[in-house]
């Protein structure tokens, strides 16, 4: 990676704002990712991550504000979407296909031509371990190994920007550090920038650059993780978590699902 790779903004986010009705899901946040950067974005459920990432990536339109993804403006949707892959926080695979049939029908969809496309394939496969498992129904398999085929696909195009929107929820603590590995070669090797969410503080702690808290839909602090914990005056990311979005059960965690339901609804429209 060239010495001034992570000075380069690849996101570029100002004012932006998203309400549903009455509610305001994002309020007014500005931040910057810069190329090639591991980026956590964390938050209790319903502050606003997904709702951020959804917008990042051109599913939900913004009320107002400002964003930039590779030099692109959002509104050139085409040309943003070219510029990153996304792994959902619910699984998205077809799972009455097979592995290889999901990601070819993931490289037509991002145009990739042939014979290209059944090289990056049999690349992508082998990066996560599923070569072997290339003709076998994704039905068929662990929520790991959906998990790495999603990542797997999510990178057919080689895009800048890899989303990853609390990829590994529910994972025994093997596999998430197997998909953590990868995701750090990724970065580390082709300069890749990774946008994360997680509610695995030791995640964050152990592979974000820059970390950034978002609660009530406002971005509360932003830095290293070294910063924050010297700003809370904690002595882990969990510890400076609580200390800055508290400790109580929130009432967003009960409203969270019906607030993302409002979401697909309006990306449906």
Do not use: C
């Not at 591991?38 to 990042?56: C, E, R, V, Y």
């Not at 990542?151 to 953590?180: F, S």
């Not at 994360?196 to 030791?202: E, I, L, V």
């Amino acid at each position: 990676m060239k010495v001034n790779e992570k000075t380069e903004k690849i996101i570029s986010v100002k004012g932006l704002t998203k309400k549903f009705g009455e509610f305001t899901a994002v309020d007014n946040i500005s931040f910057d990712v810069k190329k090639g950067e591991i980026f956590a974005f964390l938050g209790p459920n319903g502050a606003g991550k997904t709702t951020t990432i959804k917008m990042l990536t051109t599913l939900l339109e913004s009320n107002s504000g400002e964003i930039m993804v590779s030099g692109k403006k959002i509104s050139d949707k085409d040309g943003v979407r070219s510029t990153f892959g996304i792994v959902f926080q619910d699984q998205s695979l077809d799972d009455e296909l097979t592995t290889y049939e999901n990601m070819e029908f993931h490289g037509v969809f991002y145009g990739v031509k042939q014979p290209e496309r059944a090289i990056r394939i049999e690349s992508m496969l082998k990066l996560v371990d599923l070569w072997e498992r290339k003709n076998d129904f994704v039905k068929t398999f662990s929520g790991g190994m959906k998990r790495r085929l999603e990542i797997a696909r999510a990178l057919i195009h080689e895009p800048k920007i890899l989303y990853l929107d609390e990829p590994t929820v529910g994972l025994d603590p093997q596999t998430r550090n197997y998909i953590w590995k990868y995701v750090n070669d990724l970065s580390k090797l082709k300069g890749m920038t990774i946008f994360f969410t997680t509610h695995y503080m030791d995640e964050a702690e152990k592979m974000a650059e820059k970390v950034a808290v978002i609660d009530h839909g406002k971005i509360i602090t932003i830095g290293s993780v070294k910063e924050i914990l010297a700003s809370t005056k904690t002595k882990t990311l969990e510890d400076a978590f609580l200390t800055l979005t508290g400790r109580g059960i929130r009432e967003e965690e009960a409203n969270a699902s019906s607030r993302m339901r409002m979401a697909r609804k309006a990306w449906k429209k």
